[in-house]
């Protein structure tokens, strides 16, 4: 395990005063440090960025923009509250959603011709999640009760998060 690099007087000058304006990344390039160490520091600096920094970092989209996330996906800016879970959405879930209703506990869609891109309604298939992992063959040779407790933990985790999400 690494040892921590002391913060010098140097970057922490910088920091205080770079902070309400400049973006942790920007920073963390600039010293040479880790995105996570240059927000904890802040954090117990106790650093607020100016108020026109957070409107423009977390508010910059219009709604209804349509983007591809880190995975490739196609979401859809739907809320202006700053937290990403909330403010973008799915696109091919909201299509299938206006059309057919939301999607049950359980379930999740999948594009039949394994293309992201393709999002016509025709393409989404709704499966459960059990349907999927026997589909994908992933658990096809472990024992009955090893399985079981894979989907277990996938539920509790499942739920975990989402009481997690509700108290935010």
């Given at each position: ?20 304006k400049i973006s942790a990344i920007i920073i963390a390039r600039k010293i040479g440090r880790h995105v996570s160490t240059v927000r904890s520091k ?36 739907i809320n202006n509250t700053g937290l990403y879970r909330r403010d973008w959405a799915y696109e091919h879930r909201r299509l299938w959603e206006e ?70």
């Amino acid at each position: 395990m690494g040892t921590k690099r002391k913060w010098s007087q140097e970057e922490l000058d910088y920091l205080t005063e770079a902070w309400p304006k400049i973006s942790a990344i920007i920073i963390a390039r600039k010293i040479g440090r880790h995105v996570s160490t240059v927000r904890s520091k802040a954090n117990d600096l106790g650093l607020k960025h100016d108020d026109d920094f957070e409107i423009y970092n977390h508010q910059r989209k219009e709604i209804g923009h349509l983007k591809k996330n880190r995975h490739s996906m196609w979401v859809r800016k739907i809320n202006n509250t700053g937290l990403y879970r909330r403010d973008w959405a799915y696109e091919h879930r909201r299509l299938w959603e206006e059309k057919h209703g939301e999607i049950p506990c359980g379930h999740m869609l999948i594009f039949k011709d394994g293309d992201h891109d393709n999002l016509s309604i025709d393409n989404f298939e709704l499966i459960s999640r059990k349907d999927f992992i026997i589909r994908h063959n992933i658990h096809k040779n472990y024992p009955k009760e090893l399985l079981e407790t894979i989907f277990t933990l996938g539920w509790f985790k499942r739920k975990l998060r989402e009481r997690i999400e509700s108290e935010q």
